[in-house]
Each structure stands twice: as structure tokens, then as C-alpha cells.
């Protein structure tokens, strides 16, 4: 390992906190203030670190500029694929990846249940890769929509179109009624807000129960979510409640490969699937 790639590396890591002076940049690789020095005027020239007026150093525009190169570059379908790949697999169920546009969700990836299911099911055909449903009556919807700046989700087409409700609803589950933006959503939104997940018993289609999970992008914000489902006859709502767990765990992976900044709870022997760099879009 060459020793002057390390040090400008460390150094570079330590202005992540914030600007520091010559002498605290020395310090933070326990070198002299001629070499740390050495080290920075070759980063300032390539644009990696920037001296203020006030002799202090900060991160350059070069290095913010690669950082977003290299967050446009991931695809986060592509790094989702193997932890969803690895929750059907211990477990069996549907497996959904899903965006939020507009007020409708987008199924971006799906990994179909080890099981059969009935030929007419919501599970089957009917939630393939592309297809779009109303966001706040799926599971996957209302994470996306409670990460949301109160002032984007207000200005959202959120509509309502259950074809179930039940009788009774506990927390982080859709809503009923039918008024858009209707303090009843805001308030369920705000549930799924702290508790960081959002359960359907069969909102959006008969007979399907889900649980989701939001993915985060390298500002915190949610860039996708990831859901769970199976007919109610197979998992109830208690029997996928168990498996929450294992879902944050994976959505935990997820964003943690895909360079987000999520709440802590990863667990490798959890998740099952290790974390591995980003991947580039090919």
C-alpha cells in the first residue's frame, strides 16, 4: 500500500467533517506540517481539496463532481437484485422493488413466490415488472410517500382506490376513506413515518397481505422500498409481521450498497446476502 495515497485519502476522509487548518490536518495523519502541506497543494491541484481565505481546507468541487458521477452511475435495481433474491429464498414470498412517480408506484424488480398461486391473483401477472398502481392504497406507496417534504406530498394526485378494507385497521396501515390528501393519510403517513414500515391487508388487492420497507439514497431520502407479499391464506398479517425483522435488515443492505445513509439496524447474518460495492449500470 503506498503511504502517500493512504495519507491523502485520510486526509481527504477527516475534511468530510469539515474545514481544517494546516496544522489540524497534520495532526489528523501524524505527520509534520510540511508534508501534510505537500499533500494538500497536490490535492488542490486536482481539484480534490480548496483553501478558504481563511487558510483553512475544505473538500474541492472535483471530488463533490465524481460523487455524483458515481451516484448516477448506480442502478439501484441492479445492487437491490441479489438481497431480493435472497429473501425469497429463505422465505419463499413475492418479492417487490418499487419506485415512487408521480402519485402511483412503479414495480421496478419482482422475484416470484416459491409457491404457486391462483392463476387470477394480484401476485401473479397482475404485478409484473412495470406496472403501476395507485401509492397510497400498497404498502410499497406509503413508505415512499412518508419520506416525502410535506410540500411535495401535498402537491401529489394521491388518490384512494381500495377494493378491500378491514374492519379494523392498527398502525402503518392504509387508511380508509376516499378524500385526497384527507387528514386520515397524513395522520397514517406520519405513523409510517416512525415506525419505518407500512403493512397491507389486502388495500390494494383481496385476499394479499404485504409489508414494506423504504430504501435510502445518499441524501437519507427514500429512493425506493422494498415489499414482501403472499396470498392471506398462506401469510397473514402476523405471520409477515415476524419477517420485519429480516426486511428492514434488507433494505438496510440495500441502501447501505447502494450509498444511502439509512437508520442503523444491518445485520449481516440477517440479511443473508453480504454488502459488496455499488455496481455500475452496464
Sequence with gaps: MSQSVDRALTILASLGDGPASLEQAASSIDVHKSTALRLLR??????????????????GGRLISLAQQALEEVDVRQVAAPYLASLNERYGHTVHLAVLEGGEVVYLDKVESRYPVSPGSWLGPASRIGRRVPAS????????????????????PV??????????????????????????????????????????????????????APISGSGGRAVAACAISAPADVAPAT???????????TVEAISLAYGGSPTPRWCENRCGAKHEAPASRT
Design 239 to 249: 405471520v409477515l409481521t415476524r419477517l420485519l425483522p429480516e426486511l428492514l435488515c
Design 137 to 156: 392504497s400498497t404498502a410499497l406507496g406509503r413508505v415512499l410517500l412518508a419520506d416525502l417534504p410535506e410540500d411535495q406530498l401535498t402537491a401529489l
Design 159 to 212: 388518490t384512494r382506490e381500495f377494493e378491500a378494507r378491514p374492519a379494523r385497521r392498527p398502525a402503518a396501515e392504509a387508511p380508509r376513506g376516499d378524500q385526497q390528501h384527507s387528514e386520515e393519510l397524513l395522520a397514517d403517513l406520519a405513523a409510517v413515518r416512525r415506525l419505518g414500515w407500512a403493512m397491507d391487508r389486502g388495500e390494494n388487492k383481496q385476499a394479499v397481505t404485504s409489508v414494506a
Design 42 to 59: 497536490t490535492l488542490e491541484s486536482h481539484g480534490f481539496v480548496h483553501r478558504q481565505s481563511d487558510h483553512r481546507y475544505r473538500l
